[in-house]
T-cell receptor
Framework: DTGVSQDPRHKITKRGQNVTFRCDPISEHNRLYWYRQTLGQGPEFLTYFQNEAQLEKSRLLSDRFSAERPKGSFSTLEIQRTEQGDSAMYLC????????????FGPGTRLTVL | GENVEQHPSTLSVQEGDSAVIKCTYSDSASNYFPWYKQELGKRPQLIIDIRSNVGEKKDQRIAVTLNKTAKHFSLHITETQPEDSAVYFCAASKPTNAGKSTFGDGTTLTVKP
């Protein structure tokens, strides 16, 4: 499978715990995006990377959230001191910086905070 | 920032009928408008997209139209089939945002056999 992959697919955690998600983009794609999706809503932009540089962060991304893409390939999204309101589907997407910038989504990580 | 509104939130049609979903956007600088189909528990899949230099694009049973002046775009599905049942999202992005997309809230399409 040469598409975007995410791990884990599901994560259940207790409030206050830290969690980390991983995204592996399509190999030649240099842009990587993180979105959050809650039930009945469209994906909401969180942050994006061009290669290893994090170029934009949404104000939705509180201080408890941090994302990295250390070598410009895979990315991790960490949530510290999780809260019940963090429960959502976390989607990763990647694109090739060309004149289309078409984004391809991964299957998502569903986070449940108890 | 960009705001995208999508209507209707739910749509039920008989198999074989057409379905139309409409979106409006607020930022006139937006120039790329993709549509995604998301089946339950699955990832959003791009089904068609349009850029602001064209007014209409068609791919088999799916078409998208864009009215830049009115800042709205629509998805048209003809000869609907039960497997078209899913949630459809529209989105808008602009070159200065490096492809960051603002999504609508989705339309749940149900095609009754």
């Amino acid at each position: 499978d040469t598409g975007v992959s995410q791990d884990p697919r599901h994560k259940i955690t207790k409030r206050g715990q830290n969690v980390t998600f991983r995204c592996d983009p399509i190999s030649e794609h240099n842009r990587l995006y993180w979105y959050r999706q809650t039930l009945g809503q469209g994906p909401e932009f969180l942050t994006y990377f061009q290669n290893e540089a994090q170029l934009e962060k949404s104000r939705l991304l509180s201080d408890r959230f941090s994302a990295e893409r250390p070598k410009g390939s895979f990315s991790t999204l960490e949530i510290q001191r999780t809260e019940q309101g963090d429960s959502a589907m976390y989607l990763c997407a990647s694109s090739l910086r060309d004149n289309t910038d078409t984004q391809y989504f991964g299957p998502g990580t569903r986070l449940t905070v108890l | 920032g960009e705001n995208v509104e999508q209507h209707p939130s739910t749509l039920s049609v008989q198999e074989g009928d057409s379905a139309v979903i409409k979106c409006t956007y607020s930022d006139s600088a937006s120039n790329y408008f993709p549509w995604y189909k998301q089946e339950l528990g699955k990832r959003p899949q791009l089904i068609i997209d349009i850029r602001s230099n064209v007014g209409e694009k068609k791919d088999q049973r799916i078409a998208v139209t864009l009215n830049k002046t009115a800042k709205h775009f629509s998805l048209h599905i003809t000869e609907t089939q039960p497997e078209d049942s899913a949630v459809y999202f529209c989105a808008a992005s602009k070159p200065t945002n490096a492809g960051k997309s603002t999504f609508g809230d989705g339309t749940t399409l149900t095609v009754k056999p």
